[in-house]
């Protein structure tokens, strides 16, 4: 693994920041089919990132995706505008859905992850340095997320928010509906809790 | 640690980073704003249903447009007769004179001046110089001329049960109902207004002497007693549902303002002569309108101006259910409540229906 891939979350920042007409992008978008277009399209890429960042799949990252925008849309009147913008509001709905999608398929989901890696290792030829590290990092990434998936759902969203989708503290906060001291608690329990389940993932490695 | 392992965890999350995030397939997201655009159009049609002021206001806007062009349809002026409107044939006929005296079935030849009602019961009929009327017609006399209202509400013969308390409750047998006094009708044959139930006299407050601003009356108080407070009206109770509006100037004018519920109910306690009577004024009212409870007895229509045999026997103001306790004295048989919501100016604003009771 490579410093590169990780030191962007040692220090985690927004991924972008806020066009300062976003705020009335919001409002228009409550009655404006155009204007809730325009925020999709400066937001889809973002969201369709984290949801891949945490399901590593396409083409769950896209179906959750379009449902993250479709609750954005039923639930845009509810709206209520903070000085992060909308983003940490779509962040919340996006890794609520992917909770519930992790929910719905069970553990069984990372466990079927961790034996699609295995398949992957029986199958590939380890011929060049190059698949060999493609398939490592693929390997890591996997079991990453079998861990980030075995945690408790609140855990989940905390990590996801803060570091797949780069939120600031405080709006990860908001984004949890927490204050910022329950935001830095629930953030270090998930820290631990990730560790213990990376730790136990790795010893259950054939 | 090894090379698969990290020191920190949130590190390890930086393993979800390394292949950097794929693009969306092509088309997914052009794909998903037009699905997008769908979902708002539906959306804001969805969330467009005219709020409940908004409902009320169109369909007392359909009514007062449907009533409008009826009553248009239906106001004759025959200018013709302005010089001298005689009535014959009367049978089954009440006439109000401007003065508020009534004349059932007057002879043949006589002179209706401005100003008069003429009310045909059901199964009555008259003549008005070469017009003829049909049970249900209400017309007066206006500007020298004919003039009938469509927009009448009939008079409800009430239904007069009796519990296993003894008491007598009145209820509406029907909801009130436009009728169709006289037909427009300038040349041809002479008209005959369709027959019908008994119509009150609705058209408008009769131009009398004695009409003018509304004076309050307080209703009458049980002997020693205070008023108590209105009870919580039974489900039942009955609304006439929506009344024409009037604006108060008189029949076959531009029916104007949003529709009113008058609702009313009349219970006789036991064998006593004491009516219980309670009402009802739709949100729609407003505050300032007063609302009286005319009572009549026998065949004599309740309603305003106050003519002969007429007593108010309650008042309130602007929405809201109020009540009171009539006695119509032993010698009352058979007494008709009505509403009548009058504005500021004593301007008949919407007539409630009938309510019949039989006493003793």
Redesign the interface.
Known sequence: ??DA??????EPSRYEPVPFDERELVERAR?D?DA??EL??RH??AI??FV???T?S?EV??DL??AT??KA??GIDRFRWTPGGIAPWLFRIATNLVTDHHRRRGRRSGDRARRAVDRLHDRVSFDTDDAIESV??????A???V??DRLNPRYQRV?SLR??AGLEHDEAARAMGVNRSLMSVLTHRA??A??RE??RV?EERP | MNDDTHDDPIEALGELFADGDPEPTPGFVDRVEADLRIAHAERDRNRRPAPAWGRVGALASVAVVVLAVATAGFIWRDRSVSSALELTNARGVVVTLPDGSTVDNPADGFDLPEGTLVVVRTGGSATINDVSLGGGAVVTIRDGALVTAASVTTTVAAVVSRPANGSRQATATAPPETVRPTPTATTGPVPTATAGPVPTATAGPVPTATAGPVVPVEPVVPPGGEKPPPPPLPANFPHPGPTVAHDGAGPGAPIQGSAVDLGLRVRVAGRSHRVDVAWSVGPAADPTWQAVVIRTSGDVVADWPLGPRSVLVGESRGPGRSDAIDEPGPEATVVNYRVVLLDTSGGVVARGVVQTVALG
């Open positions: 693994m490579t891939a990780v030191f962007p979350l040692v009655h089919a809730f277009a999709y399209r889809v890429g369709h990132g891949y960042r945490r590593g396409r990252a896209e995706t379009s925008f479709e849309l039923a490592l990092d693929f390997d890591r990434a079991l990453v997320r861990a980030l990590l570091y797949l820290t631990k990730l560790g990376l730790q790795q």
